[in-house]
């Protein structure tokens, strides 16, 4: 299934065979294959792998509704994409990396608001780190974190709703309940792991 275009960067590779993976940023088991399809799919796919032009790996932001802060994480994953598609994937795999703040006992200790501005912290230190900071850091925070403000009316959304509600319509349409799920060219592969390593991942491939 195509992307909109501005979803477009959740596409990693040129390929025309598409290994949809639904993800959602604060499920254990989503960080789990994050980390393995990083270490060992996406070498494959990209320039100069093996099967670069032939595979690509869509990544469907897919919130569960019993991980709270889910959403949030999605809003900021949205934004920050379509601003620095180029380092998507590093900032979901810096989301991964945090996940564990924004589990459900410990996130009961800050609001949303205060969530909003952990996410947007996390974006500009990648951004830093990646020297793409130009400009005082206070002024690229302020820049993201407008973006995830709520608008119009009080039961608005903010700039990446209208993605999250596109996201959350194609994972109902074929019927995906638990994270990761995988699907190659449209159909579930249900044989996919997050406990894959290189050798089963080649194989899988291949």
């Avoid at 494959?44 to 099967?51: P, Q, R």
């Amino acid at each position: 299934m195509s992307l909109p275009r501005s979803l477009s960067f959740l596409r990693q590779g040129t390929g025309g065979q598409i290994l949809d993976i639904y993800l959602d940023p604060l499920c254990p088991y989503s960080a789990k294959i994050t980390r393995s399809v990083t270490a060992n799919v996406l070498p494959l796919i990209k320039k100069g792998g093996k099967y670069e032009g032939r595979l690509s790996v869509v990544t469907r932001l897919y919130p569960q509704p019993f991980h709270y802060y889910g959403p949030f994480h999605i809003e900021a994953l949205i934004v920050f994409g379509r601003l620095y598609p180029d380092l998507f994937w590093d900032y979901l795999t810096a989301i991964f990396e945090t996940q564990t703040e924004y589990f459900n006992q410990p996130s009961t200790t800050f609001t949303p608001s205060e969530a909003r501005d952990k996410l947007t912290h996390l974006a500009t230190d990648l951004l830093e780190k990646k020297h793409k900071v130009d400009g005082p850091k206070s002024k690229l925070f302020g820049e993201i974190r407008d973006k995830l403000e709520n608008r119009g009316s009080p039961n608005g959304g903010t700039e990446a709703t209208d993605d999250i509600k596109y996201l959350v319509k194609v994972g109902r349409q074929n019927g995906i309940h638990v994270t990761p799920t995988a699907l190659l060219d449209g159909l579930k592969d249900d044989s996919v792991s997050s406990s894959w390593g290189k050798e089963e991942w080649e194989k899988w491939i291949s």
